[in-house]
């Protein structure tokens, strides 16, 4: 199986085409592909704490992950 982690905004709005919501599952509109969006790597350099909303952004993922 094929899924797709975004990490920020902008690589969101690069594939596509539109801005995400974070913790939520979608589907890549060309590929079909279950896509979610968290933060970049940047901002949990600067601010470590953001390190678990990322963790808890992947949760819905890891959900059908482990359900397929």
């Not at 901002?43 to 949760?59: E, F």
Request: glycine residues 2%; positive net charge; aromatic residues 6%.
């Amino acid at each position: 199986a094929h899924y797709i982690i975004v990490k920020g905004e902008t690589a969101a709005t690069y594939i596509t085409s539109k801005a995400l919501a974070t913790a939520t599952l979608h589907t890549h509109p060309q590929w079909q592909l279950p896509l979610i969006c968290t933060n970049s790597a940047s901002p949990m350099l600067d601010d470590p704490s953001l390190k678990r909303a990322v963790w808890n952004d992947l949760q819905p993922l890891l959900s059908v992950i482990k359900s397929s």
